[in-house]
Nanobody
Framework: QMQLEESGGGLVQTGESLNISCVIS?????????MAWFRQVSGKDREFVAR????????WYGDSRKGRFSISRDYVQKTLTLQMSNLESEDTAVYYC?????????????????WGRGTPVAVSS
């Protein structure tokens, strides 16, 4: 199994930056091949943000990020990070870390087997 725990969320002002992190643990951690960030606003579907190849570190982003978000991972420390800059009120959501052994997983939430509990990000204008 694999456990994911997010941290770093909080309240920021429009235009500010925030980094959120996810620590991965558990006996199945070495089987992970794709890690991702999703976000969700209450009452709406979970939205893909970014994913990264866990071994090679190659990132891939959702269409609406416009270069403001950057996903990275530390394979040794088993940590996933999302750097968010120039935040907008529309970025307000709960951000979730997700993992799968499927190295071809992209933006579909159903392709990910493991999820964290989420960390809330609120952007105030």
């Amino acid at each position: 199994q694999m456990q994911l725990e997010e941290s770093g969320g909080g309240l920021v002002q429009t235009g500010e930056s925030l980094n959120i992190s996810c620590v991965i643990s558990g006996r199945s951690v070495n089987s992970a091949r794709t890690m991702a960030w999703f976000r969700q606003v209450s009452g709406k579907d979970r939205e893909f943000v970014a994913r990264i190849d866990w071994l090679g570190g190659v990132p891939w982003y959702g269409d609406s990020r416009k270069g403001r978000f950057s996903i990275s991972r530390d394979y040794v420390q088993k940590t996933l990070t999302l750097q968010m800059s120039n935040l907008e009120s529309e970025d307000t959501a709960v951000y979730y870390c997700a993992a799968t052994a499927n190295r071809l997983a992209l933006r579909e939430p159903e392709k990910y087997d493991y999820w964290g509990r989420g960390t809330p990000v609120a952007v105030s204008s």
